[in-house]
């Protein structure tokens, strides 16, 4: 036969796009419509139903950007169209064009239609435009139609041009104009028939695509849509689209093979919290897609949505009620499907123990409560890289799967398994999916299906994937056409059998089938947006400031609970949290928002702020009495100058001075600093030329090396500006290295050395102070920043030869090579730690903690004078204090910031940990009539608080949670001073632990506790 492929394949096209698409629609008829324009921030419904609209014709303009107009429309039904006079086959929708872009839905206008009594009808979106009219829901008594669109004016914030600095991102610069048409708002009659053959010709074009042209099956399949083209009358569309579809049907009717993939479609929308658009949009976003989930429920009863977030649940609850309890009832089917479990789908690089506990914690207790569900998996699609402290806190918070997608971003390897064990610092497992279609927004064409398939990398002992469907990130969710085409594909030779699912459903299969998953061990490193490490510092701060702010907050309310009879502020402590939580998403804290996003952020970390220094302030009034004695509060696990950890104690002599005073050098040139623990030498440019450990004698600087090093890139990336640091930013460097003055100054705890660098528009003062009696020089860093696509790094070359360096994340530590030996060392260029770093030979280590600095390099470094033969000497620890990127935000982090960190000399992990705490947990001195008697003790300090406060269920219980922080094994006594009754092991969300874990020994008033490497306890002491 002769090959036709190209012709007849241009014949198809050409057919769908001016034939079969138009025939949908088999008449239209314009309607009247109203506009009324807020003018500002969106409006309840029952504000805009009371405003005065006035006649808006098509083809006008409307919305300036943010903005929101309401459009009322209405009009009668044609007769013939509806009832029992309507044609068969035929159903009656309102369209609506608001003047979409060619952009995605969900980065442009949005709209929801509303009945004049307040019910959500669906929205409308690109690709998703029509309002189903049926009578009784959206159709008024008379069969009229009455409805309101909120159309909102939201613009396309990159515009096509990811790296561009726009002035979309805030109310404020977008600029006054409309930047819409209404195009579109008519009543339409569809032709069922066609559509479904639209869609029966899009499911078998979309294979001829994907199978090999020396197929059988692609030529079987060619020639059927060949057919369906000879059987269609391009001049009478509705009327032979029956023989189209009865041409299709063999095709559509051969069976998958035996050996084809199967996929587990679950529809999805992946809304992403704040990004692109404020928070207060995405409230209206989840209703509009949650509605548009519901009304294809209505349509098709299998269709599953999982639905993460409970932040987003409970935005709808609170703004749209009724909406909201139509999702309670498919929740209650088991159609519309809570997943994840946690608050938000946050960032897990940077969120700090507790705080990620507590994604858990909050997003599951809403679920069981308001939902009355359990989510059994920790859903994390598009997170910038997976902490390993994760699998434990999903174990501990009774998940056991969990699933990602965005490591298929990785920019240089590429994950090896799809279906896999993994396992986390302290050896716990969660069974974890990384879909292989590599998209968490499919559409199930057959080309995504096809690439689930091809990946898929367990091939041979399993055959499973999950698909998540639906319009995603701006939010949208599935469609009918995307569900048409999972029924088109149910069994279709040719094409993976998809099947209609949801998350546990695809989970138990996939266990089922698979018995002995391989293990990734360990973090699972993002190889790209390596910058959300530390762009918008200032957001970046306030999260850290917090976390450690609702700890203080939570354990001196609690102490002052049990000792003073005070009132645990619960609904306040949960609401701050709440904030914090959100801030966490994986596009605030990563700084990869929007101006707006960033700016209210920081306005809410500030309030926050306010918030947390009351509670702590009238709890400790409350503790330590009325009276004018100093008393010095230490809120960290460990005690420092004479304050037990988690206690208060009266100063009886005033503290002398905190820093030693520095002297000049031994030359007259720069400064020493020096106490019973370490010497410091800076020199006349403000750098640390020496810093010896007394003890040993050990150098901790690296020969000829200048430390304290302020180190200016280039920052300009290839693609994703705030996301991305790449790797090229390393090879233009400018060394900060002259001082415009340098001076020894008052700072806050006594004498500092204080260097002031003017570079570019920007300027940085640094005071450097050594305590009286500690091994750690503080360095605290003030800038005035005025760079734009500039990287600021803060160095400390060091005379330590290390193989790997150790970074704390939660309730533990990872240990990284600093070699690059393999592709996967190499693409590890920037990383990501909490409170500290550590780099160590055996007996000799140098830690760098910090108050607010996330990203960090540390590589291996050789001395200047080194020959051919020697390698690296030193270990170089760098800290990325600053970025400046010009998208989405034109303006982050310019501005002031004050960042600190400590280079402790001679610590090993024990002194990390310790140094990590004491600067971020400074000692408040309060006035009061005596101390704080600790709620709780721990005998041995590898094992760390890291929260203290009342249980959730509001009984009174004292929870104290812990951990063993050095990576050993441990035994510890753990002692509340207080009158109990008994203490339960319990998992996050304070329930006993089943069996022996949840059993915990006694001794007296004492609980003995084995701890094994990095395991987290949570203790539940009933009063
Ligand atoms: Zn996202």
Known sequence: MHDTTTRTTMRLERFVKDWLEPAVLRETRPLDVEAWTVGGEPVPFADAVAASYAPFALGSPWGRPWDTTWFHVTGDVPAGWSGDAAPAGTRVELVVDLGFTGAGPGFQAEGTAWTPDGRIVKAVEPRNQHVPLVAGQALDADGRVDLYVEAAANPDVPGGAWTRPTPMGAWETSGPDPIYVLRTMHVALVDETVWELLQDVRALHGLVRVLP??????????????????????????????????????????????????????????????????????????????????????????VRFACSSAQQYSWVQEHYPELFERIRERVREGRFVPVGGMWVESDTNMPGGEALARQLVAGKRYFIEELGVEPKEVWLPDSFGYTAALPQLARLAGSDNFLTQKISWNDTNTMPHHTFWWEGIDGSRVFTHFPPVDTYNSDLSAEELARAERQYAEKGRANTSLVPFGFGDGGGGPTREMVAAARRTRDLEGSPRVELSDSQSFFDAARAEYASPATWTGEMYLEYHRGTYTSQARTKRGNRRSEHLLREAELWAATAAVRAGAEYPAERLQRLWRTVLLQQFHDILPGSSIAWVHREAERNYAEVARELEEIVDDALRALVGQGDRPVAVNAGPFARDGVAGLGATVLEAPRGAGTVTPVPGPDGDGWVLENDLVRVVVDPNGHVVSAVDRRSGREAILPGARANLLQLHRDVPNEWEAWDIDE???????????????????????????????????????????????????????????????????AFPLDVRAERATSEIQFGHVHRPTHVNTSWDHARFETVAHRWVHVGEPGF????????????????????????????????VRLSLLRAPKFPDPDADQGEHELTCELVVGAGIDDAVRHGYALNLPERVVPGAHGVEPLVRVDDDAVVVEAVKLAEDGSGDVVVRLYESRGGRARARVTPAFAHASVEVTDLLERPLAGADGAAARDGDAVLLELTPFQVVTLRVRR
């Open 845 to 876: 280590g140098v830690a760098v903690a910090n108050d607010s600095t996330y990203g960090h390099d540390i590589t291996r470094t050789r001395t200047a004078d080194a020959t051919d033969a020697q390698g690296a000497r030193g270990t170089t």
């Open 728 to 794: 090229h930013y390393r090879r233009s460097t400018t060394d900060l290295v002259g001082a415009a003055k340098i001076e020894v100054a008052d700072g806050a705890s006594g004498p500092v050395v204080r260097v002031l660098r003017e570079f570019g528009s920007s300027r940085v003062e640094q005071d450097l102070a050594l305590p009286a009696d500690g091994r750690g020089l503080r360095i605290t860093t003030r800038v005035d920043w005025h760079e734009r696509q500039k990287l600021l790094k803060l």
């Open 213 to 302: 042209g020396t197929a059988p099956r692609a030529a079987e399949v060619l020639r059927a849509l060949e057919d369906m083209l000879d059987a269609v009358d391009p001049d009478d569309v509705a009327g032979t689209a029956a023989a189209g579809r009865a041409a299709l049907a063999p095709a559509l009717a051969a069976p998958a093979a035996a050996s084809a993939h199967r996929v587990h479609a679950v529809g999805h929308a992946h809304i992403d919290s704040a990004w692109l658009w404020p928070t207060r949009e995405t409230v209206r976003k989840c209703a509009r897609t949650f509605s548009n989930v519901l009304s294809l429920m209505d349509e098709d009863p299998d």
